[in-house]
């Protein structure tokens, strides 16, 4: 039996911890990307077509740090842009009648800017804000940090395309 002097608890936990808007399960179902190159474990904001956020656990078992760098690991800021990139791809995938027969291709990279090193055991937070859209193509600006600090920032321009394969 409860006590009944002692009050709930508020979740006091920081957003990171708090129930995911998308668990990596959901994520898969939206993002045709897979091991190894699946780069969101969780998004945790999204505002349909305005923002979203989404988190990436970066582990030393990633298989880039083998070759970047030994003794030194770094990830690689081209793999930050992708991850800014597929978080972005969740906000799109959600919306899109037959996803499953559209790919989202990157067109074009801008302003990107890289601040700090990303290495094992940081926590990536991805925002992404939709500039414009306009049917098949649009413009989003992203930035990234690792414990409220910039990693990376840049603006992502994509296509939406039928898939090939289906």
């Keep these: 039996m409860a006590d009944p002097t002692v009050t709930p608890q508020a979740d006091i936990r920081p957003p990171a911890e708090q129930k995911p808007i998308y668990g990596i399960t959901e994520i898969m179902r939206l993002l045709p ?20 956020v989404g988190l990436k656990n970066v582990t030393v078992n990633e298989p880039f740090f083998q070759g970047h760098f030994p003794g030194m690991p770094v990830m690689p800021g081209v793999l930050i842009i992708e991850c800014m990139a597929q978080v972005a791809g969740v906000m799109i995938y959600r919306d899109i009648p037959d996803r499953h027969k559209k790919l989202i291709y990157f067109t074009g990279v801008d302003r990107a800017r890289f601040r700090r090193p990303v290495i094992p055991g940081d926590q990536l937070r991805v925002e992404m804000k939709m500039l414009n859209r306009r049917n098949n193509f649009g413009k989003m600006e992203g930035r990234a940090t690792v414990d409220g600090k910039l990693a990376a920032e840049a603006v992502v321009t994509f296509a939406i395309v039928e898939n090939p394969a289906t």
């Design 33 to 52: 990307h897979r091991y190894p190159f699946l780069l969101v474990d969780r998004i945790i904001e999204l505002e349909a077509d305005r923002r979203i």
